[in-house]
Nanobody, 119 residues
Framework: VQLVQSGAEVRNPGAAVKGSCKAAGDSVTDYVIDWVRQAPGQGLEWMGRIYPGIGETKYAQKFQGRVTITADTSTGTVNVESTSLRSEDTAVYFC?????????????WGQGTQVTVSS
């Protein structure tokens, strides 16, 4: 299984950006997909997740209303859109497939997408 993410993006403050995560070799329908990010010099920060099979989403409070995660099960793609970007949103964004059960751990990660917010 591979999670293949879209390429790097550069945006001005206040703009929006959309990224994708496509599963190759397996379906995303039956797994929770998380989006996490890592800003320069910082640890991983969980943004939200989606269960594509039923379209259920959940977001970290910090990103509620500014981040939207969607899934297209026909193409095996999970998308994330962030609006009202700020310089603090500069980070590498990752999708990750969560293992079944309650461990919260992941078995596959995307390669990461660099998003740079700068004027």
């Amino acid at each position: 299984v591979q999670l293949v993410q879209s390429g790097a993006e550069v945006r001005n403050p206040g703009a929006a950006v959309k990224g994708s995560c496509k599963a190759a070799g397996d379906s995303v329908t039956d797994y929770v997909i998380d989006w996490v990010r890592q800003a320069p010099g910082q640890g991983l920060e969980w943004m939200g997740r989606i269960y594509p099979g039923i379209g259920e989403t959940k977001y970290a409070q910090k990103f509620q209303g500014r981040v939207t995660i969607t899934a297209d099960t026909s193409t095996g793609t999970v998308n994330v859109e962030s609006t009202s970007l700020r310089s603090e949103d500069t980070a590498v964004y990752f999708c990750a497939r969560r293992l079944p059960g309650l461990s919260g751990r992941h078995d596959y990660w995307g390669q990461g997408t660099q998003v740079t917010v700068s004027s």
